[in-house]
Each structure stands twice: as C-alpha cells, then as structure tokens.
C-alpha cells in the first residue's frame, strides 16, 4: 500500500474545441467512452498501487467528465476509490440533464461548471458553444439535486471585454450564488487558435487586467467570498476546493488518463496524449518521467504556496529563498512573515509573478 492522497483522472472528451483551450482534449471519438473508461480502470489497477488506505481527494477533470453521460459516469465513480474529503468532478452545462444532476447529487460529488462569461459577443469570442441560459438551467438542476458543493469558472479579460461586461458577469454571479468562483485571467496559450488571432491585443490590455482583478476581487469579497487562492474564492473554509490545495502545497498526486501528470516520490510523469495508444494498453501507453530534485521542488513550493492566502513556511523554501528581496519585499509593505510564514499581500498577490521571480535566489531562478 502506498501513501499518495489524491488521485486526478483525465476525460478528453469534448463536443467541440474552444479556442482558446490547450488542455489534453478530443473530439468526435464518441464511441470510444466505454473503451476509455475501461481503460481508465486498468490503468488505476497497475499504476493504484501508490495509493494510500485512504484517498482524501478525487478529482474528475476534463475535457469535458459529464460527456460521459450518468451511467458511463456512474461507473467510472464505482471503480475510483471512495474519497474520504472530497470528489469533484468537471461539467460542461449542457451535460447536466436531471439524471446527471441527480447522480451527482446522490453521490455527493463536487461540482465544476464552466459558465466562463455571460456576454454573448465574449462568448462568441471564445468559441464556446454553451449559451447562458444553458448555465443558468444548470445551476438550478444542481442545487435541486443538492450537490454539496457548486463552483462556477469565470474568465476575464477576454479581448473586448469592458469593465462593465466584468461587473455584469459578475453580477450574475452574485445572483446564482455558487459555493465557489474559480476567476481566471484569459491565457493565450501558445499554439492554440486564441494566441494566433487574438495574442497581440492580449498582450497590449495590462493595465484593464491590473483593473480587472481588482473588481473580481472586490466584488466577489462584497458578495461574501474569501479570497484564498489566486484564482479561488469560497464562501467558508468548507468549500475550498481541497483538491487543488494539495497541488498548491506540493503533495504527491497520482494522474490516470491521457495527458495526465502525476508526481509521486521525487519523479513526474507525463502520460502522452494517445488516445488509440492508451485504449490498447494503458500500462504501455508511453510517458515522460522527470526527476523532481530538492531544489526544484522547494521552487515549485513557493511559486505554488505564495497562490495561496496561508503562504508558505520559510523552512520549506530555505534552500531557494533570497532573503534580502524579501526583507526588500516586507519593507515595500508587499509581503509579511508573520509565524515564519511569506505571506504576501493583495497588492503582492496581484503581483505573484514578478513576487516570485524576485524572491528565488539566483541559483533557482
Ligand atoms: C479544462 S476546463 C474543463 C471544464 C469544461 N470543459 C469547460 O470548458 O467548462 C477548466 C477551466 O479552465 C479554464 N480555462 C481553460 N482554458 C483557459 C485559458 N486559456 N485561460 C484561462 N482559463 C482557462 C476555464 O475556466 C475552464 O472552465
Ligand atoms: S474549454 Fe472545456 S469544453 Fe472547451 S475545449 Fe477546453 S476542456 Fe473542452
């Protein structure tokens, strides 16, 4: 028996590709989800072994996990270790019909729903094909089914986005009320669709982004959220999303599925993104393996942990840390350590990058 906590499982699956998406996705391929599943489960027999007695959290994400429909869902849900804090899968609205919302629901499952904007131009702008009415009618199928935990994905600074496109998405979050809003700021990955057509004005809106955090976070604060990561806010400690703190703090994770990564005792691995490949024989499937030295994982600790309201423990960075662009940054009222603790603030926060790029000593940087 081993002693990794989470487990993270990839579902490509996808009705269409957005724009501005570079995750591990797959369309078409419909009749392939039993297959996929299937192999998901041989997967988790050969590679579960690194799991301890008790898995604290399951992540489903995609992709798009409710593609699967609620039987193939279902029994994906049977085959994957109970876990003992929180299971949480990824939805896209228009595959929460009753029956998955009422699956859901009985089975105590977090819920991820990508509602992204509410503006139609912006999402015409982003490829997205589900409407907001589509968000809405999903919203109210989850709370029926009293799933334990709703959060609801908005993202911002989407080219022509104005300030009060911001303030009316997020006003109608306010009016839905999720448990949990994941705001994340437009990334035009390179390669995708997104950067060829829109990279130049994304590049040229700095100073509207700088704003619109600003508002996001304002906002969501006045509506009642806490601001507990970067991208993160909960109304109450009960909803944090306790999957991804584990990321955040640097804890072993195992990943199944095409594309997934895992890190697990020093090593990540990268299982490629061969869908036929991994159907065949998910043991065989082939994969990177990189080797996580000291050094590079106290990097990842602080670039991770300062996301974070909590910090990070100035004994668990000690090796990478140049202390004198932090007392700099303690002096310029940015970042406090209180308890032996980074913490930084709004304004630090706001500026993680540059916070973190100042604060790795030049070896690790
Ligand atoms: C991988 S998607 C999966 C969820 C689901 N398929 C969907 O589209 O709603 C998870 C979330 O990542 C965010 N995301 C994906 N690509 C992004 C990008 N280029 N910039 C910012 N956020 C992005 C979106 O908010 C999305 O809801
Ligand atoms: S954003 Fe979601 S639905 Fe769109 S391609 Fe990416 S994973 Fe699929």
């Excluded at 590679?47 to 869902?73: C, H, N, Q, W």
């Amino acid at each position: 028996m081993g002693h990794v906590k989470h487990l993270y499982v990839h579902v490509p699956f996808c009705a269409h590709r957005c724009g501005y998406c570079d995750f591990v996705t797959v369309t078409g391929n419909d009749d392939r989800h039993l297959a996929y599943v299937d192999a998901l489960v041989r997967e988790l027999e050969t590679r579960g072994t690194v799991l301890a007695d008790t898995v604290e959290t399951v992540y489903v994400g995609g992709g798009t996990p409710s593609k699967l429909g609620p039987r193939l869902l279902a029994s994906l849900l049977d085959a994957l270790p109970q876990a003992t804090i929180e299971t949480t899968v990824e939805c896209n609205p228009e595959g929460v019909d009753p029956e998955m919302a009422q699956l859901l629901g009985e089975r105590g499952v977090r819920v991820s729903l990508g509602a992204q904007t509410f503006a139609a131009p912006l999402l015409a702008t982003l490829e997205r094909q589900t409407t907001p009415e589509q968000v809405r009618a999903a919203v109210a199928l989850l709370r029926e089914a009293r799933v334990p935990s709703l959060s609801l994905d908005l993202i911002y600074g989407i080219p022509g986005e104005r300030e009060s496109d911001l303030a009316r998405d997020l006003a109608v979050f306010e009016e839905l009320g999720p448990d949990h809003v994941s705001a994340y700021e437009l990334e035009a990955k390179p390669g995708t669709r997104f950067s060829i057509h829109h990279g130049a004005e994304l590049e040229a809106q700095g100073e509207l982004l700088e704003r619109h955090m600003d508002l996001v976070i304002d906002s969501l604060g006045y509506s009642g959220y806490s601001w507990y990561e970067i991208a993160s806010f909960a109304r109450g400690p009960e909803h944090e999303g306790q999957h991804n703190r584990a990321y955040w703090l640097g804890n072993d994770y195992l990943g199944l599925g095409i594309g997934a990564v895992s890190t697990v005792s020093g090593a990540r691995r990268v299982n490629a993104p061969k869908l036929a490949a991994y159907i065949e024989d998910p043991a065989a499937v082939p994969a990177t393996i990189e080797l996580i030295d000291e050094r590079t994982r106290q990097t990842e600790r602080l670039m991770l942990g300062l996301r974070l309201a909590d910090g990070v423990p100035i004994a668990e960075v000690a090796d990478v840390l140049n202390r004198s662009a932090l007392e700099r940054l303690v002096q310029i009222g940015i970042a406090t350590t209180t308890d032996d603790t980074i913490r930084l603030d709004r304004r630090g926060r706001m500026l993680l990058h540059d916070c973190v790029a100042d604060l790795l000593d030049d070896d690790a940087a």
